[in-house]
């Protein structure tokens, strides 16, 4: 009698074959007058290249979420230009399962959709647009319940926006454990503080982890304890947030920002994603220009993402 066939693997890491753990590039620091001059090494943790649909922090943070919801659909939210709703649109592509996101910003239902949103939609995401005051509601538990009875299958599991649960940041603290006796310091731009908190709490002691948020308002601190706590039952990790370097606010960038991430381009033939990698590497780079470092510190830079380039017609 012939045996029968092997089930299907489950766990959705196993089906989607992720390049793991992410290559750790060590750059030319004489072509980085910068850090060559202060002895500094520059390292890159090329979590960009984990996955070409789901690169990045969003692997890392998505990952537990999509074990945990077992092929669920899932609803969750973003901003017009979110990689946190086009790495989930992926997922559902690539795993079968349904998803939504709720986009802030009710006036663009009207118009056409951008890039972003328009390779969240050829996903098959269902898009939701909802006016600016009730996605600040988003976390409101009547808010979230309203959303999903309206928009969302039973069964559906709601996931915070950009990934950034207690979740995620078990999913990110491998992202430490991968650097543990490479790194003096890891550093890695922050929009929700998942990534941060997981970083942290995956280092060994003696490593210290740096968070660059992409948004102003000096909440961040408070949410990556909080993440801290529900994931691992308190603070942990020596880490702190530099927030100097968000360039004015989420998504805005200016000639400085960007001759410095064309510069950076040049020099080491690394794409810098604007929106988040350049503001971190920018931050870095002024840290060890104002001598923050000491001579033969090795310094990990966390490429969390790629530049989004829509795909050709």
């Not at 901003?79 to 910003?105: C, D, E, K, Q």
């Amino acid at each position: 009698m012939p045996s029968a066939a092997p089930e299907p693997d489950p766990d959705p890491a196993t089906a989607l074959r992720p390049a793991l753990p992410s290559p750790l590039q060590e750059l030319d620091s004489a072509a980085d007058p910068a850090f060559h001059r202060r002895g500094i090494r520059l390292l890159l943790k090329r979590d960009d290249l984990i996955h070409p649909d789901l690169p990045g922090n969003k692997w890392r943070k998505l990952m537990p979420t999509l074990r945990a919801a077992a092929g669920r659909p899932l609803l969750t939210f973003g901003g017009a230009y979110s990689n946190h709703l086009r790495a989930t649109a992926a997922a559902g592509r690539l795993l079968g399962f349904p998803t939504i996101g709720v986009v802030r910003g009710d006036e663009l239902a009207d118009r056409p959709l951008n890039p972003s949103l328009a390779r969240c939609a050829a996903d098959g995401m269902t898009l939701v647009f909802v006016d600016r005051a009730t996605y600040r509601r988003k976390d409101d538990p009547a808010t979230l319940a309203r959303l999903l009875a309206e928009h969302a299958p039973p069964g559906t599991r709601a996931v915070p926006e950009g990934g950034s649960d207690a979740l995620a940041a078990t999913g990110c603290a491998a992202l430490g454990r991968e650097l543990r006796g490479l790194t003096d310091v890891a550093a890695v731009a922050c929009g929700t503080g998942g990534t941060l908190a997981g970083l942290a709490a995956g280092l060994a002691p003696g490593q210290r982890a740096l968070g660059f948020p992409v948004l102003k308002g000096g909440f961040l601190t408070a949410e990556c304890v909080r993440l801290q706590r529900e994931a691992f039952g308190g603070r942990v990790g020596d880490w702190r947030l530099e927030e100097r370097f968000h360039g004015g606010g989420y998504a805005r960038t200016g000639p400085e920002l960007e001759a410095f991430a064309t510069a950076f381009e040049d020099r080491h033939a690394v794409p810098v994603e604007r929106i988040y990698v350049a503001k971190m590497l920018w931050g870095l780079t002024t840290l060890v220009t104002e001598g923050a470092f000491e001579p033969g510190t090795t310094l990990t830079a966390v490429i969390t993402g790629s530049p989004f380039r829509p795909p050709r017609p």
